[in-house]
């Protein structure tokens, strides 16, 4: 309502049960890295808690939310209203997502963190991690380095018993993985190859028509057994009509995001067709035309309203007793070209006495002239038909309108039936650009946060591995890219994106020099239970659509159901297989050094240098030293 949007698409609905899982993900991602610093430091106060998860909860969800709300808003170059106003309303959906879990989650789980200290008097609570139950609580005396030690003893595998279950399968996942990182490297690479194979094959619907309910369906069945009458196969036979347009100027004056809002008529002021040669133009223009490919008559002893005019004032001029028409408009006109000054006034009457609709005046000037002709193609027909048909024609009337005089050169063709080549060609074009925008901006996001052109590029790889996977699966299940289909290819690169974000954000978070192996078992730890969870809720959400008798509510849920196990499968191994084989120790090094080199500092600066020699100097005494600031600040 503040943007202006009256029009509300039924396909708005379908964004409650997108930010349903888009909702849950990012509440997952907080309340994942505020358990991970509370087991960390299990007696540290909640304050400390929350300035070391909530700034790092909120720079990860920040990331998945901006390139997901870039995926639909890119998504509203559609000017299709419903497409462009669905894009909108779910952009903005997980933009207010995103605030409403800075607003109300983070201070939520402050709350709850609070009451459990209380409630557990200082110890740290069962709700935290269930093996804090068992540990032996000292009072006042315990020993928090020796805790902070064994929680450091769970990322090292030491204390293995004392992980969680999701935890513990996640750390024997991760040792498989790594065991077979270069049979999964090499069989990653093999299956985006021949997914591109068969995602390039998807092709364009072989009809245009859009069928919102399934085959069972009995109004489906009727229309399936209609196809077979002879009257309707010999209707699609017949094709189209088509209108050549003089006087009109091809404007949309309506609201473009409201359907119900329709341009009004806008006139051509430099239309004429009183004019001499405008007349000769006119008068040869229909025959010209019915002697094209294109363009039958509507009838077999059709005629355009020129033509018969032209005829009419040879019979009038030849008659012993001519109308009052032809006496008092006409001028003694014999044929076409009428006198300049006659010409609209006698057009006119005789337009009014045979009861043409095909010559529209206004204030005695000729205004709007129409010449209709039968198009070989209908809206149901392929769209590469109707692609061939419209250019064939538009390139004709391109150089009719070049031979034409300055008065009547403006002329169109439009149909009815070509509205829906538009709209699919508009759909089309959108499913390319909106993948393109949302690839481009979740690269860009990438290499902000995370600052390594590796970890862009490896991720940048996964979503296109999600994206070919996921249409080569379609392909296999006879789908083709209509208009629904569209739609749904639009919303799936934003959905691909979050997952492998997560993983690249999480691999970048460890400072300094640290091998691959322990970059992607931090990010598989700690970034794992959350996006696991996620992908359980979104596809619960998309099961429910499963059930659903429209077919545009089904065939988004098989979308998004198979984009969640792709993702989860391009996050979990594709992304997890490329770090571990060639993956950085130090991700951030190049990009650094790059931006270093750009603002011409080539040296390390006195503080780096003097923050080196005190690091090598203090020795094994700076953990210690951390640790008492850990605990005074605690």
Not at 36 to 46: C, E, F, G, I, K
Not at 163 to 184: E, G, P, Q, T
Request: hydrophobic letters at 45%; a negative charge.
């Amino acid at each position: 309502l503040i943007l202006g949007f009256d029009f509300f698409p039924f396909l708005n609905f379908i964004g409650l049960f997108v930010i349903f899982a888009l909702g849950a993900d990012d509440v997952f991602v907080a309340v994942d890295k505020w358990k991970n610093v509370r087991l960390d430091h299990p007696s540290a106060s909640t304050e400390f808690v929350a300035a070391e998860a909530l700034p790092d909860a909120a720079s990860a969800m920040f990331l998945t939310t901006v390139t997901t709300a870039v995926a639909f808003f890119s998504t509203a170059i559609c000017p299709v209203a419903p497409i462009k106003l669905f894009a909108i309303f779910c952009g903005l959906l997980v933009l207010f997502d995103y605030v409403m879990c800075v607003v109300l989650v983070f201070p939520t789980l402050c709350i709850y963190d609070l009451s459990l200290q209380r409630s557990m008097g200082g110890q740290p609570s069962c709700c935290i991690s269930i093996t804090n139950c068992f540990r032996k609580s000292g009072g006042d005396g315990d020993n928090e380095n020796a805790k902070d030690d064994a929680s450091r003893e769970d990322m090292d595998g030491n204390g293995e018993e004392q992980h969680s279950l999701i935890h513990r399968a996640l750390l024997m996942y991760f040792d498989a993985i790594l065991k077979l990182r270069w049979v999964l490297f090499v069989a990653s690479a093999a299956a985006f190859g021949v997914t591109t194979y068969y995602a390039s094959t998807l092709e364009l619907p072989t009809s245009s028509d859009v069928r919102l309910l399934p085959e069972s369906h009995e109004f489906e069945k009727s229309y399936t057994w209609r196809q077979k009458v002879l009257y309707d196969q010999l209707q699609r036979g017949g094709g189209s009509t088509a209108n050549v347009i003089w006087g009109v100027t091809p404007a949309d004056t309506g609201d473009h995001n409201n359907p119900a809002s329709w341009t009004t008529l806008e006139l051509d002021s430099d239309f004429n067709a009183a004019a001499t040669d405008a007349q000769k133009h006119l008068l040869g223009f229909c025959d010209d035309m019915f002697e094209r490919e294109f363009a039958k008559k509507v009838s077999v002893d059709f005629e355009c309203a020129i033509n018969r005019f032209d005829q009419w004032l040879v019979d009038e001029s030849t008659s012993a007793t001519p109308s009052q028409e032809y006496s008092s408009n006409c001028g003694g006109a014999q044929a076409v070209p009428v006198a300049e000054g006659d010409f609209d006034a006698c057009i006119a009457a005789w337009a009014d006495k045979v009861g043409d609709t095909t010559i529209l005046s206004w204030e005695g000037k000729v205004r709007i002239i129409l010449f209709p002709f039968s198009s070989r193609v209908r809206y149901d027909d392929h769209y590469d038909d109707l692609d061939s048909e419209w250019n064939l024609i538009e390139d004709w009337m391109s150089d009719k309108n070049d031979e034409g005089p300055d008065a009547v050169n403006a002329a169109y063709f439009s149909s009815q039936d070509f509205w829906w080549y538009d709209t699919n060609g508009q759909m089309l074009t959108t499913a390319y650009g909106s993948a393109g925008i949302a690839l481009g901006a979740a690269a860009i996001m990438l290499l902000l946060t995370t600052r390594s052109l590796v970890l862009t590029l490896f991720s940048t790889f996964t979503i296109a591995y999600v994206v070919v996977s996921v249409t080569a699966t379609l392909v296999s299940l006879g789908w083709t890219l209509g208009f629904l289909e569209s739609i749904c290819f639009a919303i799936l690169i934003g959905i691909a994106c979050d997952f492998v974000l997560h993983f690249s954000h999480a691999y970048a978070t460890l400072p300094g020099e640290v091998s691959r192996e322990e970059r992607a078992k931090y990010a598989v730890i700690k970034m794992g239970p959350s996006i696991l969870a996620a992908a359980f809720t979104t596809m619960a959400s998309a099961c429910i659509m499963l059930g659903t008798i429209i077919t545009f509510f089904s065939k988004f849920a098989v979308v998004l159901v198979m984009t969640v196990i792709q993702a989860t499968a391009g996050t979990f191994i594709v992304f997890i297989s490329l770090v571990l084989c060639i993956g950085p120790s130090n991700p951030t090094r190049l990009f650094e050094a790059m931006v270093s080199k750009c603002s011409g500092g080539d040296k390390e600066t006195d503080a780096d240098q003097n923050a080196n020699r005190s690091g090598d100097s203090s020795g094994g005494s700076s953990d210690a030293d951390d640790q008492q600031n850990v605990e005074l600040t605690a």
